[in-house]
């Protein structure tokens, strides 16, 4: 699937575009991307001699992938782009705004925090254009327009962050050789999924690992279950209106959704070790039961980075794969997808830096990164055969087929509830709790205006 190359031969993009000095990744001109958009992105700025200051989130690895990013950027228009990044990254941000002396772009995975800095005028707003552009060229433009608008200083709602880099969340792995043998078949419903789950535990074997142990944020990945179940059963207007409290905690739409949950969590058949273990099981070792002979379970439910704690060699889309959590037929609610991510935003009005934003609507902006690890992408754009590899190019075609994303619900909440009441009510419903009980106590944790 992958053929490009990398290299440090010297190369000329086009008009416009420097010659690479070794420090390229990827070979201009050479593999499946689109250089076409960064030649006619090159020919149309020149930004020579100029410097952009950028702060981000990124650090160690992660840096030096964005990096590799920012040097075609820099390539092309010939400006000089100075990117840092802090481990407190989050206080770093407002104590540079409150100072006076903000980078003029940051990028930040906290869309609460963004709304923040936006209220207090220390954002520049992007414009109707770029929100027509994300509209336009995100699958799901709506949702991604509405992640990154905001109320600012005067009150207005305007778009003031673009988002950047995604993760997905809406997804259950699986080992294919277990399904192969067992003679069962990837669901494409919600309903198809609780009736494998159920025909699996017919079979006398176990649906489901899932485990909530977390150390000091033990419960947040039944969070992560709670959305989407929020978002197959209810419609995302529902859901907004939830992560702002504009409906209550204990509303019976949320209670529904607790208790979807439960239907997998709370049957002993259904969940290895039997729901009393479900709290206890750390979220680490809860998908190793997918490795085990015979299986101790066929499905775990989790976000894009389990692997990293899958047994040492697992080789994804062979040993180990995923599919996406599947909506309800009947709900008509179309294929929504649940994840996270970064966004970008400007924070100076350095001309330079309203030219950078324009480089991240480029598709190779996106596959520079995309051919490399960790990244994806809603960009109707670019090509997915520059995947790194089909667990990535799996997971990106998700996003395209999403006809709605909303952002983790837990980290829009404010702190108290969202990393505290949220978590540990979660903890209290898997031992048995009630949903109703649960979801009124969280709510009494909700911060008074």
């Given at each position: 699937m992958k053929n490009l190359l990398t290299g440090t031969a010297l190369a000329v993009l086009g008009a416009g575009i420097a010659q690479a000095d070794g420090h390229l990744t990827f070979t201009p001109g050479e593999g499946d991307f689109n250089w076409d958009s960064l030649t006619a992105f090159g020919e149309a700025h020149d930004l020579s001699g100029q410097t952009i200051t950028m702060f981000g989130p990124w650090r160690g690895d992660d840096q030096a992938l964005v990096e590799s990013v920012l040097a075609y950027f820099e390539d092309a228009t010939g400006a000089n782009v100075e990117y840092s990044s802090s481990e407190n990254y989050e206080q770093q941000i407002v104590i540079d705004a409150e100072a006076g002396s903000p980078p003029d772009i940051a990028v930040l995975p906290q869309p609460g925090l963004?709304?923040?800095?936006?209220?207090?005028?220390?954002?520049?707003?992007?414009?109707?254009?770029?929100?027509?552009?994300?509209?336009?060229?995100?699958?799901?433009?709506?949702?991604?327009?509405?992640?990154?608008t905001y109320a600012g200083e005067d009150g207005e709602e305007r778009l003031y962050a673009f988002p950047y880099k995604?993760?997905?969340?809406?997804?259950?792995?699986?080992?294919?050789?277990?399904?192969?043998?067992?003679?069962?078949?990837?669901?494409?419903?919600?309903?198809?999924?609780?009736?494998l789950t159920e025909q699996i535990?017919?079979?006398?074997?176990?649906?489901?690992?899932?485990?909530?142990?977390?150390?000091?944020?033990?419960?947040?990945?039944?969070?992560?279950?709670?959305?989407?179940?929020?978002?197959?059963?209810?419609?995302?207007?529902?859901y907004d209106a939830w992560v702002s409290n504009e409906i209550p905690f204990d509303d019976p739409a949320v209670i529904g959704a607790i208790e979807e949950?439960?239907?997998?969590?709370?049957?002993?058949d259904f969940v290895a070790g039997g729901a009393g273990a479900v709290a206890s099981t750390d979220f680490r070792d809860s998908p190793k039961g997918l490795f085990a002979s015979p299986p101790q379970c066929y499905m775990h439910h989790q976000a894009s980075f389990i692997p990293t704690f899958f047994p040492e060699g697992t080789e994804l889309g062979l040993d180990a794969d995923f599919f996406y959590m599947p909506a309800y037929a009947e709900k008509d609610l179309g294929s929504p997808v649940l994840g996270a991510g970064t966004l970008a935003f400007k924070m100076t009005e350095n001309a330079a830096a309203d030219v950078f934003m324009e480089f991240l609507k480029t598709p190779i902006a996106h596959e520079l990164w995309m051919a490399q690890s960790g990244f994806l992408t809603p960009h109707t754009g670019v090509n997915t055969e520059t995947?790194?590899?089909?667990?990535?190019?799996?997971?990106?075609?998700?996003?395209?087929?999403?006809?709605?994303?909303?952002?983790?619900?837990?980290?829009?909440?404010?702190?108290?509830?969202?990393?505290?009441?949220?978590?540990?009510?979660?903890?209290?419903?898997a031992g048995g709790k009630s949903a109703e009980e649960v979801a009124a106590e969280i709510q009494q944790s909700w911060p008074a205006e």
């Open positions: 963004i709304g923040n800095l936006a209220s207090r005028g220390f954002i520049q707003p992007l414009g109707e254009e770029t929100q027509a552009w994300l509209q336009e060229n995100y699958a799901a433009g709506d949702s991604w327009v509405s992640l990154g995604i993760d997905v969340k809406s997804l259950v792995w699986y080992v294919p050789e277990n399904f192969e043998d067992a003679g069962y078949e990837v669901p494409e419903t919600m309903e198809d999924l609780k009736a535990a017919a079979d006398g074997e176990t649906p489901w690992c899932i485990g909530l142990g977390s150390g000091g944020a033990t419960g947040w990945p039944a969070t992560d279950w709670v959305e989407d179940m929020m978002l197959r059963t209810q419609p995302p207007e529902t949950f439960g239907y997998f969590a709370r049957n002993d995947y790194a590899n089909n667990t990535l190019k799996k997971q990106g075609e998700i996003l395209l087929d999403a006809t709605t994303f909303r952002f983790d619900a837990s980290d829009l909440m404010p702190g108290a509830v969202g990393a505290g009441s949220f978590w540990t009510g979660m903890v209290d419903y």
